[in-house]
């Protein structure tokens, strides 16, 4: 097998599913079964039991995924040493992280990244904090932008910067105007703050339960008996900001949203008790050496968020 037919056979067993894993892969559903075909000849075993449009690893096919993964981790090794020797004129970077991270930190990391490293391509992979985390472990990224805390046996972790959990609500409502002259200033707050007790009855944008920030809005509605109206419920926090532009509903965020918040249609509170705060690293398996270019890119963005 070579290494794009371990790439087909990992891409499929991870999605369970032939159209998700050829959109991935951006080949044709029927390329990547024949792929999948002319490979189980070759290793004269069935890798994958089908049903109702969804695969499922046989003992054969679990086997070939380990191992596929070791190659792979092996070949990316390799790559890196190499990159080192030739002074990284040329290769690429992957870099996970959440959709509104990527809109409003990437485009800035990027670009001064490669003032320094102009032929290394910086691919970003987007993702909720379970996909970038299960992604991580597979070694899928070589480096992952989120908040801890992880697993620190299998990953490494450079810390970033600190985001504090502010309120956003849609700017000109009533409940903003009541806010607004409500709020003082609280050292090492970023905005006025309120009391959290303010938001006590109001309708919230939330995200969905299994999400972090959902599990922090939850754990503030926990510590002080608050009761909010989900007024919707969204996937993702670029979804959450975009709800509360168009006064759907307030919402609770991360500091860092605000550069593709839109504060002319938004308004941002901190708040005067000390919220729990989310610590964003960049994180890699500790058994995968990090690269050169790699190491440069974590510098970049602690120069950016610092």
Do not use: W
């Amino acid at each position: 097998m070579n290494t794009k037919q371990l790439k087909y056979v990992l891409v499929l067993a991870r999605e369970q599913n032939f159209s998700r894993a050829a959109e991935i892969l951006n080949i044709s559903q029927p390329s990547l079964s024949q792929y999948i075909k002319k490979i189980e000849m070759q290793m004269g075993a069935e890798l994958f039991v089908r049903a109702n449009g969804y695969v499922r690893l046989t003992d054969a096919g679990r086997v070939v995924v380990e191992t596929s993964r070791k190659i792979l981790d092996l070949e990316h090794r390799m790559e890196n040493d190499l990159q080192d020797i030739s002074e990284y004129r040329t290769g690429s970077l992957i870099v996970g992280t959440a959709p509104y991270r990527s809109a409003g930190l990437m485009p800035a990391a990027v670009r001064a990244f490669r003032e320094t490293y102009p032929g290394i391509q910086v691919i970003v992979r987007e993702g909720t904090t379970a996909e970038l985390l299960e992604a991580a472990e597979r070694g899928e990224f070589d480096l992952c932008l989120t908040t801890m805390p992880v697993d620190e046996r299998v990953f490494a972790c450079e810390p970033i910067m600190t985001e504090e959990l502010i309120l956003a609500v849609p700017a000109g409502t009533a409940f903003e105007k009541q806010l607004t002259g409500a709020a003082v200033p609280v050292g090492g707050r970023k905005y006025p703050a309120v009391d959290v007790g303010m938001i006590d009855g109001q309708d919230f944008v939330m995200l969905t339960e299994s999400q972090v920030m959902q599990q922090n809005l939850q754990y503030v509605c926990g510590q002080y008996d608050l009761h909010l109206n989900a007024s919707a419920v969204v996937r993702s926090l670029d979804a959450l900001i975009a709800m509360t532009r168009e006064n759907v509903g307030a919402a609770l965020v991360p500091t860092g949203i605000e550069r593709i918040g839109g504060e002319e249609k938004i308004s941002y509170f901190s708040f005067i008790q000390k919220l729990p705060e989310r610590q964003v690293a960049a994180i890699y398996r500790k058994d995968v050496p990090l690269s050169k270019t790699a190491k440069y890119f974590i510098e970049v963005m602690r120069k950016l968020c610092g």
